[in-house]
């Protein structure tokens, strides 16, 4: 797997990569965007892309042609995508809990923007951790259910 690319350090280095801009499309189209503004000051804070249903079948069939890929990936390769996804969130915990709270208006601290951040990455972290058992097993037959690993 390749190294991380560098990370964001501070909030407005952090921001500047997720602001989108308005740009013309390769096809010609202008992709819109709208503010973002802080709850508690109004201040703008970035821009997000407003898409439509056609970016979003595009986002969709591009999901859907690689997650053959990651079906034939080890439950091992899988782990390390999601503990590399939690480093990263780790690695830029303090700009991305700032950017959270100018986000949603709420503290800082406590159990809010930092706290979020952490769980987050604890959240990925546990995901790689469970063990997916090679075997499929089958409930007792009244639930319908059944739970293992491999292509339905």
Known sequence: MSELPTLPTTVDELLST???PLE??????VVSSRAV???ATGQVIGLAP????????EAVAMA????PEWASWSPAERAA???RAADAVDAVAGPLAEL???ETGKPLNGPNARFEVGACSAWLRTAASL???EATVVDDGESGGAVGRGRR
């Open 131 to 133: 063990e997916v058992p």
């Open 100 to 102: 959270l709270s100018r």
């Open 37 to 39: 503004h802080d709850p």
């Open 50 to 57: 407003v898409h439509g249903a056609e970016e979003v079948d």
């Open 81 to 83: 995508v999601l503990n």
């Open 24 to 29: 013309r499309r390769p096809d010609g189209d």
């Open 64 to 67: 859907r042609d690689i997650q």
């Open 18 to 20: 997720v602001t989108v």
